[in-house]
Every structure is written in C-alpha cells, then in structure tokens.
T-cell receptor
Framework: AQSVTQLGSHVSVSEGALVLLRCNYS??????LFWYVQYPNQGLQLLLK??????LVKGINGFEAEFKKSETSFHLTKPSAHMSDAAEYFC???????????????FGQGTILTVHP | DGGITQSPKYLFRKEGQNVTLSCEQN?????MYWYRQDPGQGLRLIYY???????QKGDIAEGYSVSREKKESFPLTVTSAQKNPTAFYLC?????????????FGNGTRLTVT
C-alpha cells in the first residue's frame, strides 16, 4: 500500500517569501503524484501533477514541484508568497492496487499555509 | 460550465437518523468517489464507483451506503451505525483510464450530528 506524509501541519511565511511545503511518499511502483489546494469550506482544486514526463512540474498560480526518486519526495514551492496563497495544501499519490487505472488517491494529512503581510 | 454539485452545503441531524448527501456531476466522468475530511487527518475514502450499478468500499465504509443508478449521480447515505458522522464530506469524479487522471471535487457538505 502506498502512503503520503506531509511534514508540518502548519507553515507560516511572510508575503514575498519563499513557500516550501514538504511531501514524502511511499509506493511500490513508479508513482503518480498530485498537489491540491483547498480554500475554507470549499472543495479541492488541482495545482499540479507528476506523471513521469518531467521531474520538475509547473502548476497554476506560480507553484511548482520537483520529483526526487532518491529522496521519495515531491515538495511544493513558490518563489514569492502572496496573501491569496493562504489555504490548506494536500499531497496525494495515485492508487496502484490491482492494476486498476483510475483516479483513486491516497492523501496526506494536509498543510495549512498562513501568509503574513 | 461542467462541474460537481453537492447539496446541501450544511446539514444538521439528530443522532440516530439516517441522512443522504447528494452529488451530481455533468463532466461525463465514469468514476465517482466520496471522501470524508476531518481536521488534521486529510481525506479518507469512503466509497468509489467506476461504473453505473457497481461500487466498492474504500478505507472507512462502515456506517455508510451508496448507490449508482445513474452515471451523473452518486448519493451517500450516512446511517445511524456511523459512530462519528460529524465531518466535511467531499464528492469527486474522474475519468477512467489514465492513472494520472486527476480528481474533480465538489464544494462539499458539512454534516453536523447532535
């Protein structure tokens, strides 16, 4: 079974500072990885996904993530935080059980990002 | 615009009552899912369905039931057997096929049982 660990349930940065949200995964096969964002009382929105095409993945709103197989990591970064980035972020890995190919995901616990002016 | 509609947004029930959460999608996706979200625990899969009239239990199916009579609809019933039903419930859908198919989410239903 695969799993996802997000290091740090809360991250706080100043506006304009680097954002780094950490995600480590375990998977018995090459993983497909995702980052989602959730604003209060809303559903999740896809930020970006890794599907083995390129190790550095660019997403929406200036976010990007780098897949590092040796470290089993998929950390999310943004060079300069904006107040509108304040939200909860979830890392997820695609299910590999039984060879079924569809979107059943295993999610991390989430990281709440706070941006200070 | 295509999307997923969950209703109602807020739901209040007394303990011992069954309650049904609605989920409708017009994305023409074959697969649909129900997740439960609790603070600090991420999202946990309750049930999922890959095709009409077929569904499978997820990681925390006890106390829940679903049906999939139509491609666009996947209602979730929270029964009185669910020990701790108060939570935020999210419905999602996706294509069937590529493992990289992302989930599309509704805006959730917040259920409070007292």
């Amino acid at each position: 079974a695969q799993s996802v660990t997000q290091l740090g349930s809360h991250v706080s940065v100043s506006e304009g500072a680097l954002v780094l949200l950490r995600c480590n995964y375990s998977s018995s096969v090459p993983p497909y990885l995702f980052w989602y964002v959730q604003y209060p009382n809303q559903g999740l929105q896809l930020l970006l996904k890794y599907t083995s095409a390129a190790t550095l993945v660019k997403g929406i709103n200036g976010f990007e993530a780098e897949f590092k197989k040796s470290e089993t990591s998929f950390h999310l970064t943004k060079p300069s935080a904006h107040m509108s980035d304040a939200a909860e972020y979830f890392c997820a890995v695609s299910d590999t059980a039984g060879g079924t190919s569809y979107g059943k995901l295993t999610f991390g616990q989430g990281t709440i990002l706070t941006v200070h002016p | 615009d295509g999307g997923i509609t969950q209703s109602p947004k807020y739901l209040f029930r007394k303990e011992g009552q069954n309650v049904t959460l609605s989920c409708e999608q017009n994305l023409n996706h074959d697969a649909m899912y129900w997740y439960r979200q609790d603070p600090g625990q991420g999202l946990r899969l309750i049930y999922y369905s890959q095709i009409v009239n077929d569904f499978q239990k997820g990681d925390i199916a006890e106390g829940y039931s679903v049906s999939r009579e139509k491609k666009e609809s996947f209602p979730l019933t929270v029964t009185s057997a669910q020990k701790n039903p108060t939570a935020f419930y999210l419905c999602a859908s996706s294509l069937v096929g590529p493992r990289s198919s992302p989930l599309h989410f509704g805006n959730g239903t917040r259920l409070t049982v007292t």
